[in-house]
């Protein structure tokens, strides 16, 4: 299925969630069986081959793909969530807002040294999640081979900020 065809699935919500942003709803594209199977099919085709032993998802939308696509990897899934999510020792990472702060954690155990490592998300923005969770990756001495989102907004940094890092983006969309 071409890419245009996947984002004509994405419902286009103006002003949400204020005035001024283009909010993309990817759930429209989630309930319809093509979309998803083009969506999880295109995530794969991408890392297969890859030498993959943990796959992260992060809070919330990147827990839609991450489990599949580790699946079919052969690799194990880990979920990064905000604050007091995880029931066992967590380390975690502070990060900037363009309002403030945030946080992420990870499982202490999650990630062992020397592990390759793809972190899967919905969206890439200015950057500021993906970063963070990379350094999570980092402090429990894991190794990001790659990050992969469905949607990426232009303009907004996030690519730049990742620089150091392979990135793939099944769309480009206008911020």
């Known amino acids: 299925m071409p890419q245009t065809d996947i984002l004509s699935m994405i419902r286009q919500v103006p002003d949400y969630p204020k005035a001024g942003i283009l909010f993309y709803d990817i759930t429209t594209a989630l309930e319809n069986p093509v979309g998803l199977k083009a969506i999880m ?3 794969i085709a991408q890392y297969s081959g890859s030498k993959i032993d943990k796959v992260i998802g992060t809070e919330a939308r990147g827990f839609i793909f991450a489990p599949t696509i580790a699946y079919a990897l052969n690799a194990g899934f880990v979920p990064v969530r905000k604050p ?19 946080r992420l954690e990870i499982h202490a155990d999650a990630i062992k040294p020397g592990e390759r490592v793809l972190i899967i998300d919905d969206l890439l923005a200015t950057g500021g999640t993906a ?3 990379t350094q999570l990756v980092k402090q429990l ?3 990001t081979v790659g990050l992969g989102f469905l949607l990426e907004l232009d ?9 150091e890092f392979e990135c793939f983006a099944m769309l480009n969309v206008p911020a």
């Open 141 to 143: 001495g894991g190794q």
């Open 84 to 102: 007091k999510k995880l029931p066992s020792i967590t380390v975690g990472v502070n990060y900037a807002l363009e309002y403030g702060t945030d």
């Open 131 to 133: 970063f963070a969770t």
């Open 41 to 43: 099919d295109r995530f």
């Open 155 to 163: 303009g907004l940094g996030g690519r730049e900020k990742l620089a």
